[in-house]
């Protein structure tokens, strides 16, 4: 089970952190990420840490003002968004891969084998 948390709302500029937490996923096996989808859009991959969590991607929209990063004592994955804009909008979701020789890259282009539900952002201009 993955279940995301910590979505909201939240004025153009300021920070929200998301929560991962991964049940019968343990962290060192499985490569996590978060995607998005906004209304009307393709979903994206924003960020994906590989199961080493020496690999992380990022999508260029999001560069420089989010950082994913992992506690592998929760088995809890995390997402700190800051400097947050109104396009970040959308709704949130973690997703995890055992799939081995494949990069964060790799996963966040292409997606994961399991998913979790989302977590609602909206950011406020």
């Known amino acids: 089970q993955l279940q995301a948390s910590g979505g909201g709302l939240v004025q153009a500029g300021g920070s929200l952190r998301l929560s991962c937490a991964l049940s019968?996923?343990?962290?060192?096996?499985?490569?996590v990420g978060w995607f998005r989808q906004a209304p009307g859009k393709e979903r994206e991959g924003v960020s994906c840490?590989?199961?080493?969590?020496?690999?992380?991607t990022y999508s260029d929209s999001v560069k420089g003002r989010f950082t994913i990063s992992r506690d592998s004592a929760k088995n809890t994955v995390y997402l700190q968004m800051n400097n947050l804009k109104p396009e970040d909008t959308a709704v949130y979701y973690c997703a995890a891969d055992e799939r081995t020789g494949r990069s964060s890259k790799y996963f966040c282009d292409n997606g994961m084998y399991y998913w979790g539900k989302g977590t609602l952002v909206t950011v406020s201009s």
């Open positions: 019968g996923f343990p962290l060192g096996y499985y490569a």
């Open positions: 840490i590989g199961n080493s969590g020496r690999s992380t």
